[in-house]
């Protein structure tokens, strides 16, 4: 059965700090593994990364994957207020095309 | 990125009832999915919307319970039936896009059931 695995489950740090989510997983024939972010319902598609030490930046937000080790980062710089939310991944097999397996989230707050 | 549309956004039903959501997306996409997300909890795959046939639904999920239909390449249904209170949760309808395995999710369904 895949399992995704994140940590920290909760943060508070304080505006204008770095932070760093980690997500590690086990999957069945691995495809793609998956960033969202979610404020009040919908998770919102931050990152999509199928390749090893290949990083995806949006602008504060960055990205790397490591396939060796079965894990990726999210690393946030200078974060602001509106940075606060849960932070999902998602990684998805092959077995079943497009099935997304969730951790559990990283809950995120941004203080002033 | 395809951008998707969910009806009704919340409800409060009672136990014993049947509530039918409704998901539209704006483009064709390729594959339709439908997550449960239970209060504090991550999201749970409930079962893939295949069109023109019956779904594929994940373990501890059955058809009597969640019927879901998808008529075409744009839109699908999810029932929740003989609701009780422990169906209460957010229900979200996603999509793959044509281009990519990007996933893409509604803005959700609030389900109270009293």
């Known amino acids: 059965e895949d399992k995704v695995v994140q940590s920290p489950l909760s943060l508070v740090v304080h505006e204008g700090d770095t932070v760093t989510l980690n997500c590690s997983y086990e999957v069945t024939n691995f495809r793609s593994l998956l960033w969202y972010k979610q404020e009040k319902k919908a998770p919102t598609f931050l990152f999509m990364l199928t390749s090893s030490g290949i990083e995806k930046k949006s602008g504060r937000l960055s990205s790397i994957l490591d396939k060796k080790e079965l894990f990726s980062i999210l690393n946030i710089t200078a974060t602001q207020t509106g940075d606060s939310a849960v932070y999902l991944c998602?990684?998805?097999?092959?077995?079943?095309?497009?099935?997304?397996?969730f951790g559990t989230g990283t809950r995120l707050q941004v203080t002033l | 990125s395809a951008v998707i549309s969910q009806k009704p956004s919340r409800d409060i039903c009672q136990r014993g009832t049947s509530l039918t959501i409704q998901c539209q997306v704006d483009s064709q996409v390729t594959m339709m999915f439908w997550y449960r997300q239970q209060p504090g909890q991550s999201l749970t795959l409930i079962a893939t919307?295949?069109?023109?046939?019956?779904?594929?639904?994940e373990s501890g999920f059955v058809i009597d319970k969640f019927p879901i239909s998808r008529p075409n390449l744009t839109f699908s249904t999810l029932t929740v039936s003989n609701m009780s209170p422990e169906d209460s949760s957010i229900y979200l309808c996603?999509?793959?896009?044509?281009?990519?395995?990007?996933?893409?999710f509604g803005p959700g369904t609030r389900l109270t059931v009293t």
């Open positions: 998602a990684v998805e097999g092959t077995g079943t095309a497009s099935k997304l397996t």
């Open positions: 996603s999509a793959t896009s044509l281009q990519g395995s990007e996933q893409y």
């Open positions: 919307a295949n069109q023109g046939s019956e779904a594929t639904y």
